[in-house]
């Protein structure tokens, strides 16, 4: 019995250590992107996200059902604004430029600054900057 204990025991920290990093992460907010329009039956964006937190670093993870219509110029944005005020024409005021993506569609990891300070934000917004044309958004919760 004590020998069977043992293994027991071993084998679960075995497991335990090839769990990849991620899985300790911290999700601190989650949602569901909202699109802004729709093109051809095709929605701008959707899907869901979260982001989390690794080590000290914060990641946005889009989710295995993220797709966005391909555009020019789609950027993620952190946004102080509820997203009830956000429109193409305000959608980066006061926001925090995150990256222009380049993948539009499954799993996408989006590294945030480090001294991304979250409490100030309210939306993740995906934006077309060249156009003014807001894809979609999100409220952080």
Request: proline residues 4%; glycine residues 6%.
């Amino acid at each position: 019995m004590k020998k069977l204990a043992y293994y027991l025991s071993a084998t679960t920290l075995l497991l335990i250590s090839m769990l990849p990093v991620s899985a300790f992460a911290e999700v601190v907010a989650n949602g569901e992107l909202t699109p802004a329009f729709s093109s051809w039956g095709k929605k701008s964006v959707k899907g869901s996200w979260e982001i989390v937190k690794e080590d000290q670093a914060y990641v946005i993870a889009l989710g295995d059902d993220f797709a966005a219509k391909n555009g020019p110029d789609v950027k993620v944005f952190l946004s102080p604004k509820n997203v009830i005020d956000i429109e193409g024409s305000n959608a980066t005021e006061g926001s925090l430029f995150v990256t222009q993506i380049t993948q539009f569609k499954g799993q996408y990891r989006i590294a945030l600054p480090n001294d991304v300070n979250l409490d100030s934000y309210q939306s993740l917004v995906f934006h077309c900057e060249e156009y003014s044309k807001l894809w979609g958004m999100s409220p952080i919760q």
